[in-house]
C-alpha cells in the first residue's frame, strides 16, 4: 500500500531505541501490570508495589497518578484501590485450538506470505499465536532458519532449523514463556526480523488480551530491524485488553483482506506496508 522509507529500512546500529526510549517502554509494561495486580487484589500500598517491581515509592506513586487519571485506578492514602469506574475485566480469550480452527485457510495463507519475509540465516523472532505458528512449521524444515522464540509449540516441532527458546515462566494457557527472565534474555538480543500475532489491530495500534505476552511482544518489536504482524481481517477493529505498540512500530502487516476505512488510512500514515495474502 505504501514504500516504507529508507531510514525504517536501515538495519544500522543507529536504529537501535535510545535508553529513555527502552525507559519508556518499561514504564508502560510495569503501569499496565500494577493495574493488573490491583484488579486481582482490591488494593495495593505503595510500598508493596515498590517492592514488587523493585523501583522506588517516588515511581510508584508517578504510575499511581497516571493510572488514576486513566481511570484504572482510584489512589487512597500509601496506595491504591480499584477504581469504582473502571471497566470490568474483558471475556477470556478462546482456547488455542478453537483459535486455530477458526480461519485456519486465511492463516495458512498468511504464512505462506509471511515466509518470504525472511531470508536464510537472518536472526527471526518468533512469538506466539496461531497463525505465527503455521509459519514456524513452514520454517523449521530449513537447516538454514535461525529462530528464536518463547513458544513452547514451537519447541515441539521436529525440526532441522537452530531454534533458541529463552526462559521464563510458563504460562500454560498460551504454552508461552513470559515474565523478568524471558524479557532480559530477549532484551540482551538484536533480530533481523520479529513475527508477531496480535488479537486486535486499530487506529490506536496492535493489542493483546494478556498483559504477560503483550510484554514480550513489545521487546520483540523494539530489538528487531523489521517488525512484522500477521493477522487475519477478523483481528481489525476489535477490541483486547492492551496495547503492545503504535501502528508506527510496525513495518508489515500480512493479512488476508485490505483494511479499509480509518483502519487503511492509519496504516498508510504510519508508512506500514500491507501485503494480502491472496
Same mark, same amino acid.
Given at each position: 500500500?505504501?514504500?516504507?522509507?529508507?531510514?525504517?529500512?536501515?538495519?544500522h546500529?543507529?536504529?537501535?531505541?535510545?535508553?529513555?526510549?527502552?525507559?519508556?517502554?518499561?514504564?508502560?509494561?510495569?503501569?499496565?501490570?500494577?493495574a493488573?495486580?490491583?484488579?486481582?487484589?482490591?488494593?495495593m500500598?505503595?510500598?508493596?508495589?515498590?517492592?514488587m517491581f523493585?523501583?522506588?515509592?517516588?515511581?510508584?506513586?508517578?504510575?499511581?497518578?497516571?493510572?488514576?487519571?486513566?481511570?484504572?485506578l482510584?489512589?487512597?492514602h500509601?496506595?491504591?484501590?480499584?477504581?469504582?469506574?473502571?471497566?470490568p475485566?474483558?471475556?477470556?480469550?478462546?482456547?488455542?485450538?478453537d483459535?486455530?480452527?477458526?480461519?485456519?485457510?486465511?492463516?495458512?495463507r498468511?504464512?505462506?506470505?509471511?515466509?518470504?519475509?525472511?531470508?536464510?540465516?537472518?536472526?527471526?523472532?518468533?512469538?506466539?499465536?496461531?497463525?505465527?505458528l503455521?509459519?514456524?512449521?513452514?520454517?523449521?524444515?530449513?537447516?538454514?532458519?535461525?529462530?528464536?522464540?518463547?513458544?513452547?509449540?514451537?519447541?515441539?516441532?521436529?525440526?532441522?532449523?537452530?531454534v533458541?527458546?529463552?526462559?521464563?515462566?510458563?504460562?500454560?494457557a498460551?504454552?508461552? &514463556? $513470559?515474565?523478568?527472565?524471558?524479557? %532480559?534474555?530477549?532484551?540482551? +538480543?538484536?533480530? /533481523?526480523? @520479529?513475527?508477531?500475532?496480535?488479537?486486535?489491530?486499530?487506529?490506536g495500534?496492535?493489542?493483546?488480551?494478556?498483559?504477560?505476552?503483550?510484554?514480550?511482544?513489545?521487546?520483540?518489536?523494539?530489538?528487531?530491524?523489521?517488525?512484522?504482524?500477521?493477522?487475519?481481517?477478523s483481528?481489525?477493529?476489535?477490541?483486547? &485488553? $492492551?496495547?503492545?505498540?503504535?501502528? %508506527?512500530?510496525?513495518?508489515? +502487516?500480512?493479512? /488476508?483482506? @485490505?483494511?479499509?476505512g480509518?483502519?487503511?488510512e492509519?496504516?498508510?500514515?504510519?508508512?506500514?506496508?500491507?501485503?494480502?495474502?491472496?
Amino acid at each position: 500500500m505504501t514504500t516504507e522509507t529508507p531510514a525504517r529500512r536501515t538495519k544500522h546500529p543507529a536504529e537501535k531505541p535510545s535508553p529513555r526510549t527502552l525507559g519508556r517502554m518499561m514504564g508502560v509494561v510495569r503501569k499496565d501490570r500494577i493495574a493488573q495486580v490491583i484488579r486481582e487484589k482490591g488494593f495495593m500500598s505503595s510500598a508493596d508495589l515498590a517492592e514488587m517491581f523493585g523501583v522506588s515509592e517516588m515511581t510508584v506513586r508517578r504510575d499511581l497518578s497516571d493510572l488514576e487519571e486513566r481511570g484504572d485506578l482510584r489512589r487512597t492514602h500509601g496506595g491504591a484501590i480499584l477504581s469504582e469506574t473502571c471497566p470490568p475485566e474483558p471475556a477470556p480469550a478462546p482456547f488455542f485450538s478453537d483459535r486455530q480452527r477458526e480461519n485456519a485457510e486465511a492463516k495458512a495463507r498468511i504464512a505462506r506470505k509471511a515466509l518470504s519475509l525472511a531470508r536464510p540465516q537472518e536472526m527471526v523472532a518468533l512469538d506466539i499465536g496461531t497463525t505465527v505458528l503455521e509459519l514456524a512449521r513452514l520454517m523449521v524444515g530449513d537447516p538454514a532458519r535461525r529462530i528464536f522464540s518463547n513458544n513452547l509449540r514451537v519447541a515441539a516441532l521436529e525440526t532441522r532449523a537452530e531454534v533458541y527458546m529463552l526462559g521464563g515462566k510458563m504460562r500454560p494457557a498460551a504454552m508461552s &514463556l $513470559v515474565g523478568p527472565v524471558t524479557m %532480559e534474555q530477549a532484551g540482551k +538480543l538484536w533480530f /533481523d526480523v @520479529a513475527f508477531l500475532g496480535v488479537s486486535s489491530i486499530t487506529e490506536g495500534g496492535i493489542f493483546d488480551f494478556c498483559i504477560e505476552d503483550a510484554e514480550i511482544k513489545r521487546v520483540y518489536a523494539a530489538r528487531a530491524s523489521r517488525c512484522v504482524v500477521l493477522a487475519d481481517q477478523s483481528k481489525f477493529d476489535v477490541n483486547a &485488553l $492492551v496495547q503492545v505498540a503504535g501502528l %508506527e512500530r510496525i513495518h508489515t +502487516l500480512v493479512t /488476508d483482506a @485490505a483494511p479499509t476505512g480509518a483502519l487503511a488510512e492509519a496504516l498508510q500514515a504510519a508508512g506500514v506496508e500491507v501485503i494480502v495474502a491472496g
